[in-house]
């Protein structure tokens, strides 16, 4: 890879959402962390995070600040615009998120409502879909605290965002409520930029080979118990 060739610069927020990732003060725990650890392992180098808001990561790859972004990276039309992808690294569905006590059943009962998403994300253009529903696009340097933080203060009704993050929280947090989950199935994936193809094919490869011989699915179920393994050893054959 260009730049470091020891480093394996990684794009993403600092933020603490459980169960893909906590922040930096912690050591980063998470399934996102496990992966890149994994494949940067395969290349026989060390994970590098470059922290950054939301807003600015694929922009940052595109400039090559950083070799690649992990970081909740659904693959949208959109986003493929900006960079190209590796294979899936996870595959999830999307949730909403309300106030304990307040759920609704499905998408009709958020007509009027405020409902909150991440600009210029999958989860955003699912709210999109919702008939009568006053999408809140947020961007900013901690999108998933603030969107919470506006949840819990009463300014949205709603968050859509994906399953990874909203089914523990809907258990664990008393203020908060699992809605209900809308079984889109988006791949996520590593997002590298455009005129560095050599690099995508040598982090598709590691990937590939963290997949294939199990390391893969053993991160997934350590931090993701309640989530179906989504993959097979011969869907991550080389």
Known sequence: MAGNRDKLRLACIDADAPPLFGPAAEGRPGFEPQVAALIAAELGRAVEWVYLPWGDLLPAVRRH???AVLCGQGVIPARQEQVDFTRPYGIFHEAVLTRRGQAVPGPEGLAGRRVAAIAGSANEQ??????????VPFDSGDVYHDMLAALRSGDVDAVVDDDVVFVPLGDSDPDF???????TANPWAIGVAKDRPA???????ALAAVIADGRHRAAWEKW?????????RAAGAR
Not at 177 to 183: D, R, S, Y
Not at 199 to 205: E, I, M, N
Request: charged share 30%; proline share 6%; glycine share 6%.
């Open 224 to 232: 993701l118990p309640g989530l179906e393994y989504p993959f097979t």
């Open 65 to 67: 600040d950083a070799d």
């Open 199 to 205: 690099d995508r094919a040598v982090l598709d490869a």
């Open 126 to 135: 699912l709210a999109l879909t919702f008939d009568g529903a006053d999408v």
């Open 177 to 183: 409520e699992l809605a209900f989950v809308v079984k």
